[in-house]
């Protein structure tokens, strides 16, 4: 009689490989979601066990591609939806405009040459309505100009993933060693 193993270690391995891209996969496209971003992409990729480095680069990566896309184009589409005669889409885009304006009048107070370092600030202080979505809207909105604002968001994004990063280090640390099987 000849035994064969039910799952053999190149199914484990293949397996094992699919389960971790899915997880980062994840990652990746909470991280593109307006207002979660990268702000909850890092917490649930370290809930789901990943490492911290590749998890941070997946959500940085994640959290900058809508960036060009929203200078460009979130202006012309939220206006349209403002004047929508849909009740809900119009609502959202007004909301999202009186957001981004608000936002834009924050950073101008800070001065035109401080621009570029409130937008950044702006964008890397992990609190609910600031990020990236939100930062390069209103720069857009104050014509900030298309490589600053990548630039800002850029390094924004960084901060944020770094601060974001580290708090999740420390909760999930903490909670692995309350519930520490010894």
């Given at each position: 009689?000849?035994?064969?193993?039910?799952?053999?270690?190149?199914?484990?391995?293949?397996?094992?490989?699919?389960?971790?891209?899915?997880?980062?996969?994840?990652?990746?496209?909470i991280?593109?979601?307006?207002?979660?971003?990268?702000?909850?992409a890092?917490?649930?990729?370290?809930?789901?066990?990943?490492?911290?480095?590749?998890?941070?680069?997946?959500?940085?990566?994640?959290?900058?591609?809508?960036?060009?896309?929203?200078?460009?184009?979130?202006?012309?589409?939220?206006?349209?939806?403002?004047?929508?005669?849909?009740?809900?889409?119009?609502?959202?885009?007004?909301?999202?405009?009186?957001?981004?304006?608000?936002?834009?009048?924050?950073?101008?107070?800070?001065?035109?040459?401080?621009?570029?370092?409130?937008?950044?600030?702006?964008?890397?202080?992990?609190?609910?309505?600031?990020?990236?979505?939100?930062?390069?809207?209103?720069?857009?909105?104050?014509?900030?100009?298309?490589?600053?604002?990548?630039?800002?968001?850029?390094?924004?994004?960084?901060?944020?993933?770094?601060?974001?990063?580290?708090?999740?280090?420390?909760?999930?640390?903490?909670?692995?060693?309350?519930?520490?099987?010894?």
């Open positions: 009689m000849i035994s064969r193993p039910l799952l053999g270690s190149r199914d484990v391995n293949i397996n094992f490989g699919v389960k971790m891209i899915l997880k980062y996969l994840y990652v990746f496209l991280s593109m979601v307006p207002i979660i971003e990268l702000r909850g890092i917490p649930v990729g370290m809930g789901l066990g990943l490492p911290i480095i590749p998890t941070y680069i997946v959500a940085v990566i994640g959290n900058m591609i809508p960036v060009p896309f929203i200078y460009l184009f979130a202006q012309k589409i939220l206006k349209w939806g403002a004047e929508c005669r849909i009740g809900f889409i119009q609502k959202f885009c007004s909301w999202c405009i009186k957001k981004g304006n608000h936002a834009g009048e924050k950073l101008m107070k800070k001065g035109k040459a401080g621009l570029f370092i409130g937008l950044t600030i702006f964008i890397g202080i992990p609190l609910p309505g600031t990020g990236a979505w939100t930062g390069t809207l209103a720069a857009s909105i104050l014509n900030m100009g298309f490589k600053k604002s990548v630039l800002a968001a850029i390094l924004g994004v960084l901060l944020a993933g770094i601060i974001t990063g580290l708090c999740s280090a420390g909760i999930f640390g903490a909670f692995g060693a309350l519930f520490a099987v010894q």
